[in-house]
C-alpha cells in the first residue's frame, strides 16, 4: 500500500504514472521485450529479448529501502517456500519465486544488471501472498538499472541495489530491512540437515522436477527403476510425451555425476531426451538447467565415466 512505501520511492511511483501514458501491467513487460506478455503478466521475473540487460523483475516498492545516503536497496529471500510476511507458500507460489530466483540467479553469473518493475499493492505488503483478493495496486518500470550487490545462498538472502556498483547496505540497514520484510535469519539446524549421498540428493532433484512441472500442470512420471536412460517421462494433459528426462542432482561440496551408457545411449539419439541438473538440490533454493544431447558434455558436475 502506498503509505508503505518510502517516500523517495513513492515519488518517483507516483511522477512515472503521472507523466507517462497509461499502461497495463502486461502493455508495460511488453514494452521491456518480454514475448508472449500476456500469458506471463503473473510472474515475478521475465526474460527479454534483443537487450543485453535481459533479466527483469518486479519489486515490490513497499520492500524497497533507502539508505542514510540515499541509495536504494531490496533485499531477496531465497527460500523459496516461506511467503512474505510469514507462512509456507503454496506449490504454485513456491514455484514461481523458484522461477524468479532462476532468473535472477542468471544475471548473477552472467555479471549482468537488472530491469526493475516497481510494484505497489492494494493490501499491506506481508499480506499480499496470503489475501486471495490480493491485487496489484501500481506497476511502472524503472529507469535506473539495478544490480544484485550479493548472493548468498547460506543466508538465503540476495541484495539488490538501484544505481552503480560499488555500495553495499551496513549490517545496522540490513537488519532493519529484514525486519521490515519478516525476514528471519535461517536456523543454523537447517544446514545441518542436508543430505549429502549420491540417493538423496537424486532423490531431492527428482522431488524438485516433479513438482515444477507439476506446476505447469504437466504429468511427471518417475520411470527411474525402469532404466530407459532417463528417469521422468513428461507429459501434457492428453499424454503426449514432452520430454524424457534424466535427473542429476548436485550440492557445493559434494561429488559430481556421471552418465550410464543408457544415458549416453539416449543423448545421442537427441529429442526429447534431455538432461537436468538441479543445483543446490536438497535446500531450498534449488534450481535447474536443462541440456539437450549435444550439450552434455558442457554440463557443471559431469565426471568422465
Not at 38 to 54: C, F, I, P, V
Not at 214 to 221: P, R, S, V
Not at 222 to 240: F, H, P, R, W
Request: net charge negative; aromatic share 6%; glycine share 8%.
Amino acid at each position: 500500500m502506498d503509505k508503505e512505501v518510502d517516500p523517495a520511492v513513492l515519488g518517483i511511483i507516483n511522477e512515472k504514472r503521472l507523466m507517462g501514458e497509461k499502461r497495463t501491467p502486461v502493455d508495460i513487460i511488453a514494452r521491456m521485450g518480454v514475448f508472449d506478455a500476456r500469458e506471463k503478466a503473473g510472474d515475478l521475473a521475465w526474460l527479454a529479448t534483443g537487450d543485453s540487460l535481459n533479466v527483469i523483475a518486479t519489486l515490490w516498492a513497499e520492500l524497497v529501502n533507502v539508505s542514510a545516503s540515499g541509495r536504494w536497496f531490496y533485499i531477496e529471500s531465497l527460500n523459496p517456500l516461506i511467503r512474505i510476511g510469514g507462512g509456507d507458500r503454496s506449490a504454485q507460489q513456491a514455484q514461481r519465486a523458484k522461477d524468479r530466483h532462476g532468473l535472477l540467479k542468471r544475471a548473477v553469473d552472467a555479471g549482468q544488471g537488472v530491469r526493475v518493475v516497481l510494484q505497489t499493492n492494494r493490501v499491506p505488503v506481508l499480506q499480499m501472498e496470503s489475501d486471495k483478493t490480493a491485487k496489484v495496486s501500481v506497476r511502472v518500470p524503472d529507469d535506473e538499472e539495478w544490480h544484485i550487490a550479493d548472493w548468498n545462498a547460506d543466508r538465503q538472502l540476495a541484495i539488490l541495489v538501484r544505481g552503480e556498483p560499488g555500495w553495499t547496505p551496513s549490517d545496522e540497514e540490513l537488519q532493519a530491512a529484514r525486519a521490515r520484510a519478516a525476514m528471519p535469519e535461517p536456523a543454523p539446524e537447517e544446514a545441518l540437515a542436508v543430505p549429502t549421498s549420491p540417493e538423496e540428493l537424486h532423490a531431492a532433484a527428482m522431488e524438485h522436477l516433479t513438482k515444477h512441472f507439476a506446476g505447469y500442470g504437466y504429468k511427471a512420471e518417475n520411470v527411474t527403476a525402469q532404466g530407459l536412460g532417463y528417469d521422468i517421462e513428461v507429459s501434457d494433459k492428453k499424454g503426449k510425451t514432452l520430454l524424457k528426462i534424466a535427473v542429476k542432482g548436485t550440492k557445493s561440496g559434494a561429488p559430481g555425476f556421471q552418465l550410464s551408457s543408457a544415458e549416453r545411449a539416449c543423448a545421442k539419439a537427441g529429442d526429447p531426451w534431455r538432461l537436468a541438473v538441479v543445483s543446490d538440490a536438497p535446500g531450498p533454493a534449488a534450481q535447474h538447467k536443462l541440456y539437450r544431447g549435444s550439450e552434455v558434455d558442457s554440463a557443471p558436475g559431469l565426471q568422465p565415466s
